[in-house]
């Protein structure tokens, strides 16, 4: 057991961008972090996720420092406008 490595501790920009990767996968624009391969786009937890992440959004405004402010901000622009994209058939 002594030579596993520990994981890093979670901030908050690893925490968001956990959620991120998760909706990128569910989009279908990321590859499965354990198998490497592109599934197909799951929209109905793609819009979960980046659910949860606006939640967090409204949640934690006015707490955040000006670069975590925008970088949820930024990730959640381009998150809506991939999920626009995929369900409109784009």
Known sequence: MADEKQPAPID?????L???SSAFVHLGDAP????GEI???????A???IDILSMLAEKTKGNL?????RF???????L???YVGKSSGR
Request: charged share 25%; glycine share 2%; net charge negative.
């Open 65 to 69: 420092t000006d670069e975590e402010a």
């Open 72 to 78: 949820l901000e930024n990730l959640l622009t381009d």
């Open 32 to 35: 499965h972090p354990e198998t």
């Open 12 to 16: 908050f920009y690893t925490f968001v």
């Open 18 to 20: 956990s959620l991120g």
């Open 39 to 45: 599934a197909e786009a799951n929209l109905l937890l």
């Open 47 to 49: 819009k979960q996720t």
């Open 80 to 82: 809506r406008l991939r």
